[in-house]
Nanobody, 124 residues
């Protein structure tokens, strides 16, 4: 089992940048596929990005591709989401998630472990 704690959210103007971090505790962090999701009130949780165990493979939603970068440091048990050129529509609570699998997935319900979320607000 793994416990996840996100940090780095905040208020930023459109066009600005933020870097989210997700610190994991527990065993075998390097065996987990890690994902970032976001959710606005009243909307379904949305896939943002995911990264393979060793970081060699990543996947992004079309809405963030080219602006966001997911990375991980297995020595620090941490996954990051660098968000550049932020837009007001990126405003949401951002969640870190983990799953043990050989398959990378965009479906939130296939991730059993979640952090508490961190708020990102982008003003226009």
């Amino acid at each position: 089992q793994v416990q996840l704690v996100e940090s780095g959210g905040g208020l930023v103007q459109a066009g600005g940048s933020l870097r989210l971090s997700c610190a994991a505790s527990g065993r075998s962090f390097d065996t987990y596929i890690m994902g970032w999701f976001r959710q606005d009130p009243g909307k379904e949780r949305e896939f943002v990005a995911a990264i393979w165990w060793g970081g060699s493979s990543t996947h992004y939603s079309d809405s963030v591709k080219g602006r966001f970068t997911i990375s991980r440091d297995n020595a620090k048990n941490t996954v990051y989401l660098q968000m550049n050129n932020l837009k007001p529509e990126d405003t949401a609570v951002y969640y870190c998630a983990a799953r043990t699998s050989v398959r990378l997935t965009m479906n939130w319900y296939e991730y059993p472990y979640w952090g508490q979320g961190t708020q990102v607000t982008v003003s226009s």
